[in-house]
């Protein structure tokens, strides 16, 4: 089984491995398999974990305890072997709020805070000096092997960027549409532009040649789905739900409809040819996963009213999918934190789930915790 990293109710991060679930449903605020520090020392709340590529180590976000603003927070590089850890950056003024790691798990980009913006700034772990590459806001990046392709505003123009880590930065022609996750993947650069008062899904190959693909509406979610992408759209803009999803071939660029379902976010499960969807239920004020096939037939899978960590990593999905996932690297389980439907969130404990996509049955109980996620590959 995939490794699940937890951030405890103790705001400790606590690391479950094991071969089957059983050996894993247990209370880790209580009795961790794994903690850094000494447990009588004075904590520090903890956040974000998301493990390196190759699981060895995980990237986490090291907030100071208690209200003490004058402490730094720090980015942390911990170990899974539990011996050893590495600060990578402390930041006065500027609270870190995500990071991610390259994929050679040879840097850290992390997304930094102060109170009039946002920037974007990475750290090696050989000790090179941080280097900031972005500072706007809104403000969302993925990476393609070393460099890193983002999509950002304020602080100068609305721009797509590709900041090259051996060549000169290469900032991608006409106007930026709808702020979303731009994605490399196939050979393109994905994003969405605005061409005469409309936006439209674009790719860029690698001479700077643009191809216009198709029109999109309001805010726009791209997310990696094996050999396509899936596109997600909500005409009505923040807050609203994305009106069902949309699978782009990356060689084509031809997209078709796989579900009309609205819904909050979407995960691919490419391993299984579905996806993975959350929607709001109304009816029993909850959220509720679905799987749908590459037919758009939907299964009702699980229900749940997320804890406010979790609830914060669904509402920019399209980010965290790809640094902190809910969907285990083989598509068979999903991991989600919260209190069961028609549970009080004000006198229950926000729990674990992890939902066994191919036994069929009801989620199982891990532990408690207020968020938890999956490596990425």
């Known amino acids: 089984m995939s490794a699940i990293v937890v951030v405890g109710l103790d705001r400790q991060i606590h690391l479950a491995r094991a071969g089957g679930i059983r ?22 709340a903890w956040s974000w ?29 911990l170990h899974c072997d539990g011996l050893r850890q ?47 590459l972005e500072v706007g806001g809104p403000l969302f990046f993925s990476w393609r092997a070393s460099d890193v392709l983002v999509h950002a505003g304020s602080g100068g123009p609305k721009r797509v960027v590709l900041h090259q880590a051996k060549a000169e930065d290469m900032l991608l022609e ?111 004020n909850c959220l509720t996963w679905h799987t749908v096939d590459s037919s758009g037939l939907a299964q009702e899978r699980a229900s749940f009213w997320p804890s406010r960590e979790f609830l914060w990593s669904l509402q920019f999905f399209e980010q965290f999918s790809l640094s902190h996932p809910p969907v285990d690297p083989r598509g068979e389980r999903l991991v989600f934190v919260g209190h069961r439907p028609g549970a009080d969130p004000h006198k229950s404990r926000a729990e674990v789930f992890v939902l066994d996509l191919d036994s069929g049955g009801p989620a199982r109980s891990l532990c408690s915790g207020s968020f938890a996620c999956f490596s990425s590959v």
Request: aromatic fraction near 6%; glycine fraction near 10%.
């Open 23 to 44: 050996q894993l449903s247990m209370d880790l605020g209580a009795d961790p398999l794994l903690r850094w520090g000494q447990p009588d020392m004075p904590r520090s």
């Open 49 to 77: 974990p998301t493990f390196s590529p190759d699981h060895s180590k995980l990237a986490c976000i090291e907030l100071p305890a208690g209200e003490d603003l004058a402490d730094p927070a720090r980015i942390q590089v």
């Open 86 to 132: 590495q600060v990578l950056l402390e930041s006065h003024g500027r609270v870190p709020i995500y990071c991610a790691w390259s994929p050679d798990g040879s840097q850290v980009a992390v997304v930094l805070q102060d109170e009039e913006e946002l920037s974007l700034t990475l750290l090696s772990l050989d000790g090179s000096p941080p280097r900031e």
């Open 174 to 284: 006409g106007t930026p549409g709808a702020f979303c996750v731009p994605l490399a993947l196939g050979g393109y650069l994905w994003h969405v532009q605005r061409q005469g008062g409309l936006e439209y899904l674009v790719r860029t190959d690698r001479d700077g040649k643009t191809e216009t693909l198709r029109p999109v509406q309001g805010l726009v979610a791209l997310v990696p789905d094996g050999d396509s992408l899936l596109l997600g759209q909500a005409p009505a803009g923040p807050g609203s739900p994305y009106n069902g999803v949309h699978r782009v071939d990356l060689r084509s660029g031809l997209s078709s409809q796989l579900s009309e379902q609205p819904c909050l976010a979407f995960y691919a499960l490419p391993q299984r040819g579905e996806i993975a969807t959350v929607s709001v239920d109304n009816q029993r």
